[in-house]
DNA sequence: ACTTTGAATGTATGTATGTTCAGATTGTGA
DNA sequence: TCACAATCTGAACATACATACATTCAAAGT
């Protein structure tokens, strides 16, 4: 039984099963939080999500304070990791590079109740709870400067006249922070796909020859 | 005693004080949600802040949840009072409230740290505190309309090609909203003068001929 | 087979928190 | 001036909570 094939290389049996209790912390507190907010995400909410015993916050986090760091780590770090993947294809033109992290913002991987319920969770504390600033900011630190850039491109390509790429972009993150507030706001009526044509409507509008 | 000139009308002075407290309360609650966030606002924080009693919350609001909850409505409240001002104007012209209305929502009476953390706060308990939802929402709720109203008026106006009311106030909404993330997250390095330069550099890729 | 190591559990403990309420204080109307 | 009523107070209470830790259980090593 020393390789089922479920779990990672180099784990044993006791290791990997402790792997995935950390894993299923990780996710039961942030369906906690989904749930019943940031304040209700207590010890006992936890658990009952999880069905794992009250101890085992303390075994693998030490605190609840530093399970729920974790949790926004693991966010960010799932975002930025897709994230990056599309920003250093070399293959891929400017302009469909902004348009994939358009799509990327916006599809369910990252727009999605439960995980967009816990990056207002944090973002809520982050003047009262300054480490979850690092996890929360991971979120635009380098895209803003990529797409600058892409957008300097763009510029160029298509000698816009008054164009400016930091506007730009400006415009367009916000464009995109702003979508997930609507539909952390108002996500039964929510039209993923009528939100992404909003985003490109805009783009277009900025770039009229790229879209 | 009985008229100092700073108490309302028709309020004794017994009135007026106890007006003044609840007020003080509803300060001191959002100052402590800024300070220490949702889940530090504890009733002892707030009575350090307010330096009112312990059970002066219980005179007044019964509970604590009912206090954060008139905390909310008191923000929406004030916020779609000055914004209707605006809208309601007949005197003037659409591009103008549209600018109005941007700019009003730049302002510091409403994008301020305190006020955008306490917005921040409550949204990200929308999910498990449905009560929530209905002073979130007034910030959008007619706003919509009238801005989509706006927006084709530019657009008949201006014979501009391609434009589409509805995607362009959703995408100018989005903007707005992206823009007060922004300031949450950042707002050591935010610059209000630059925030408006953008979101006018939007309009104006929008509407050409207007802005 | 035996020992050792580490994961997992759940009760115990003390602090933090929201609410209650009996009493003190103060303005109001008679 | 006095009695009443309303505002206001803060100690008392019960509950909720996170953490600590002694104990159990299972896997790994020898």
């Known amino acids: 039984m020393s390789d089922t094939g479920q779990h990672e290389e180099g784990l044993n049996a006791r290791e990997f099963s402790k792997s995935k209790n950390r894993r299923h912390l990780l996710d039961s507190a942030a369906e906690a939080i ?60 400017a302009a469909e590079k902004l348009r994939r992290i358009i799509q990327l913002d916006l599809s369910p991987d990252f727009l999605n109740r439960r995980d967009v319920a816990v990056w207002f969770a944090f973002r809520s504390e982050v003047y009262s709870n ?33 164009a400016d790429a930091e506007l730009a972009t400006d415009g367009l993150i916000a ?15 929510f039209d993923r796909s009528k939100a992404e044509r909003t985003c490109l409507y805009i783009a277009k509008s900025l770039f009229p020859d790229h879209f």
Chains 1, 2 share one sequence.
Request: a negative charge.
């Open 175 to 189: 464009l995109l922070e702003g979508t997930w507030t609507d539909f952390h706001l108002h996500a039964e009526e």
């Open 34 to 93: 989904f749930k019943h907010g940031f304040r209700g995400a207590t010890i006992a909410a936890i658990q009952e999500i999880s069905g794992l015993s009250r101890g085992m916050i303390n075994l693998h986090f030490k605190t609840k304070e530093n399970l729920l760091l974790a949790v926004a780590e693991d966010l960010s770090n799932s975002y930025s990791e897709r994230w990056n993947k599309v920003a250093l294809d070399p293959d891929l033109p």
């Open 130 to 162: 300054p480490e979850y600033r690092k996890s929360i900011d991971s979120r635009d630190a380098s895209l803003r400067d990529v797409m600058i850039e892409l957008c300097q491109t763009l510029i160029d390509e298509g000698n816009y006249l008054d």
